[in-house]
């Protein structure tokens, strides 16, 4: 098999026959570790992107119910009329509306305001 090489005196070519023959185990060597760097790097940036994946769910959740806490006394107030015959004509019942959409439009224009001064704007790549 050895006559088939081209330059036996080469040393890469004589440690490739050894190698693939499986007489040189060792041969393998930075192949395997360079494999498992690239595996243990996919990894930890796999986990990173869940870790903060989560933090940005938490992150969506705990705003979301921090407005429907500070936006459903309104709403209940605003349905309780309603229902209590008051038509949306109405002052008292447009003064709770209009109260809570500027509210949610205040909260709105805080997180826009937040999130360009952040720069972690999902729609211009700034992540």
């Known amino acids: 098999m050895s006559e088939r090489i081209q330059n036996p005196k080469d040393p890469s070519a004589e440690a490739l026959l050894r190698a693939v023959s499986g007489r ?27 870790e903060r994946e ?17 936006v459903a006394p309104t709403l209940w107030n605003s349905v309780e009329d309603f229902v209590g015959g008051e038509h949306f004509g109405d002052l008292p019942l447009q003064v709770a509306l209009i109260s809570t959409l500027l509210m949610m439009s205040v909260v709105a224009a805080l997180v826009a305001l937040w999130r360009s001064h952040s720069g972690h704007d999902g729609y211009r790549g700034g992540q």
């Open 24 to 50: 040189d185990v060792n041969a393998q060597l930075p192949v395997v570790a360079k494999t498992r760097r690239a595996i243990r790097i996919a990894n930890e940036t796999r986990r990173e992107r869940g």
């Open 54 to 70: 989560r933090h940005h769910i938490g992150v969506a959740l705990f705003t979301l119910g921090a407005l429907i806490v500070l």
